[in-house]
C-alpha cells in the first residue's frame, strides 16, 4: 500500500510539472528601472517644491520591490521623516496603490483596514507610485509637510520633473 501510494504522489508530482516543462514561456524577464539620476533628479524636484511651499521634508524613491534608491532630507525635517518617507513609497508600489487612495480603502470599517497594521505600512498621502508604459518603475514618498495631501502634491512635482524622461 506504502508503494503504491509513493507511485501515486510521484505521477501527481510529474503531472504537476509537466505544463511548467513543456511551456513555451521564457525563463527570464525584463524590467525597467530608474537610473539613480533620474531618481535624485524626482527627489531633487520633490524637496524643492516643498521649500517653495514653506515646508521642510524628506523625500524617498524606492524601486519597485521597494528597495531604496535615494534619500533626501532638508536641514530642519525631523528625525522621523526619512524613514516615514520611505514606508510610504514603499507602501504604494508594494500595494500598488498611492497611499492618498490606500486612506480611503483602508478606513475603519472597511474590509481592508487590516492593513494599516502591517509592518512599514503607511496609510497617509504622500506615496505615489511612479509608472511609466503600464509598468511600476519606482516609488516616491515624502514626509514632513503639514498633512498627506501637501506631501502628495510635492511627491507628484517629482515625477513631473522626470515624465519627459519616461517611456509611456
Known sequence: MSNALSRLAAAAFAAALAPVAWSAEPATFTIKALTPETAVKAAT????????????VAVSIVDRSGLEQVVLRD????????????????????FRTNTTELVKLTATGQSASGIRNLPRVVAVGGGVMIEAGGSILAGIGVSGAPGGDADDVCARAGIKAIADSLEF
Not at 524636484?45 to 521642510?56: F, N, S, T
Not at 530642519?76 to 513609497?89: S, V
Request: aromatic share 10%; glycine share 6%; hydrophobic share 40%.
Open 45 to 56: 524636484a520633490a524637496l524643492a517644491k516643498c521649500r517653495a511651499d514653506g515646508y521642510q
Open 75 to 94: 536641514r530642519f525635517a525631523g528625525a522621523h521623516t526619512p524613514e516615514t518617507a520611505t514606508n510610504k513609497a514603499w507602501t504604494a508600489v508594494s
